[in-house]
T-cell receptor
Framework: QKEVEQNSGPLSVPEGAIASLNCTYSDRGSQSFFWYRQYSGKSPELIMFIYSNGDKEDGRFTAQLNKASQYVSLLIRDSQPSDSATYLCAVPSSTGNQFYFGTGTSLTVIP | EAQVTQNPRYLITVTGKKLTVTCSQNMNHEYMSWYRQDPGLGLRQIYYSMNVEVTDKGDVPEGYKVSRKEKRNFPLILESPSPNQTSLYFC?????????????FGDGTRLSIL
């Protein structure tokens, strides 16, 4: 079982729609959860992090965490073509030493 | 400007010729890490360092070495590169001496081993 799993997609949504990206993790003791965006050929850039159960909103982005279900999601509202990228879910180990990434979900926003 | 700098950005070399990819950060970060990214496999951690002189293996350490003699630098060494080490490599750092903080990534190094 992989430490972090994501649907690889591709996920296509029309401009202005809500894109929903999902991630599950295996280490029940993990305390923090990160979403990175990666454009083709570029380095990952942090867009959201969440530590507590529930929702965290930042502009058009909302991260949702359910520790009981070991599930974290990212919602992108009013999707724009510039949101077209691969989204990586990242979860540190419960020991805080290692960092695990999902394989990423490719999102395409269609104008 | 706060940044993580990797060099070189691109390198084509041959099997068995030792190479070093440098990584330097100017944010006084404690934690540093190396990843490789391959299609379909995502980012996988090679080595990480919690602080100066403290390094440990990640998930895919075979064929790599690292050192952390100074806080700002964390070079990745391939003593005898092989074609299966052809990949896109990223160095990253974070402020605290553990991984529960967001990581800042360098621009990446694309290595081709022929």
């Amino acid at each position: 079982q992989k430490e972090v799993e994501q649907n690889s997609g591709p996920l296509s949504v029309p401009e202005g729609a809500i894109a929903s990206l999902n991630c599950t993790y295996s280490d029940r003791g993990s305390q923090s959860f990160f979403w990175y965006r990666q454009y083709s050929g570029k380095s990952p850039e942090l867009i959201m992090f969440i530590y507590s159960n529930g929702d965290k909103e930042d502009g058009r982005f909302t991260a949702q965490l359910n520790k009981a279900s070991q599930y974290v999601s990212l919602l992108i509202r009013d999707s724009q073509p510039s949101d077209s990228a691969t989204y990586l879910c990242a979860v540190p180990s419960s020991t805080g030493n290692q960092f695990y990434f999902g394989t990423g979900t490719s999102l395409t926003v269609i104008p | 400007e706060a940044q993580v700098t990797q060099n070189p950005r691109y390198l084509i070399t041959v099997t068995g010729k030792k190479l070093t990819v440098t990584c330097s950060q100017n944010m006084n970060h404690e934690y540093m890490s190396w990843y490789r990214q391959d299609p379909g496999l995502g980012l996988r951690q090679i080595y990480y360092s919690m602080n100066v002189e403290v390094t440990d293996k990640g998930d895919v350490p075979e064929g790599y070495k690292v050192s952390r003699k100074e806080k700002r630098n964390f070079p990745l060494i391939l003593e005898s590169p092989s074609p299966n080490q052809t990949s896109l490599y990223f160095c990253a750092s974070s402020s605290q001496p553990h991984s529960n903080q967001p990581q800042h990534f360098g621009d990446g190094t694309r290595l081709s081993i022929l």
